[in-house]
């Protein structure tokens, strides 16, 4: 069983940088797709951007490409996604997943089958 945990979130202003992290343990997640979705009360849970097991295709909603940059270091086990120029309506919980199933990286919450327990990340304006 993977359990996977996040963390780097904070409070940031409006226009900065956060780097979030999320380490896998019990077991490998080289072969898995990974991901980061966020979730609001307003807007519920998000597709934000994954990357394929090694690295080589990467997906990224509309509303953060350009500014955001997932990636990986399977020797660590251990995914990223560097955030630039924040705005208000990235202030969300951010989760990492992973899905075990090879394949086309999926953009929605149901393919997943591993999630952390949630980092919170708060722009002011």
């Known amino acids: 069983q993977v359990q996977l945990v996040e963390s780097g979130g904070g409070l940031v202003q409006a226009g900065g940088s956060l780097r979030l992290s999320c380490a896998a343990s019990g077991g490998t997640i080289v072969t898995y797709t990974m991901a980061w979705f966020r979730q609001t009360p307003e807007k519920g849970r998000e597709f934000v951007a994954n990357i394929n097991w090694y690295g080589g295709t990467t997906n990224y909603a509309d509303s953060v490409r350009a500014r955001f940059t997932i990636s990986r270091d399977n020797a660590r086990n251990t995914i990223y996604l560097d955030m630039n120029r924040m705005k208000s309506e990235d202030t969300a919980v951010y989760y990492c997943?992973?899905?075990?199933?090879?394949?086309?990286?999926?953009?929605?919450?149901?393919?997943?089958?591993?999630w952390g327990q949630g980092t919170q990340v708060t722009v002011s304006s």
């Open positions: 997943a992973a899905d075990r199933q090879p394949g086309i990286p999926s953009r929605t919450a149901e393919a997943y089958d591993y």
